[in-house]
């Protein structure tokens, strides 16, 4: 019998970091596919939590994976180097 295994998200800055990937995640998803997010609009969502100002999710997609690199020294997707 196989265990599951999980991440345990439990520290403010840990919360945050799932947040902002979490919104990077479905910008990429809704840009992609076209389709929307069933949990509000990703892009207001955004604007208010990050204060990125753009008109589309494409560009709010551009400034949250700038922002994702400024904040944390690595591009979205890529593992951290040790």
Do not use: C
């Amino acid at each position: 019998m196989s265990q599951n295994t999980g991440v345990v998200i439990d520290t403010p800055e840990a919360m945050e970091h799932f947040r902002m990937a979490n919104a990077i995640m479905r910008l990429r998803f809704e840009t992609k596919t076209g389709m929307s997010s069933s949990r509000g609009s990703t892009l207001q969502f955004v604007r208010r939590e990050y204060g990125i100002i753009a008109g589309t999710k494409k560009k709010a997609l551009a400034l949250m994976e700038q922002k994702y690199l400024d904040t944390y020294g690595w591009e979205y997707g890529k593992k951290e180097e040790a």
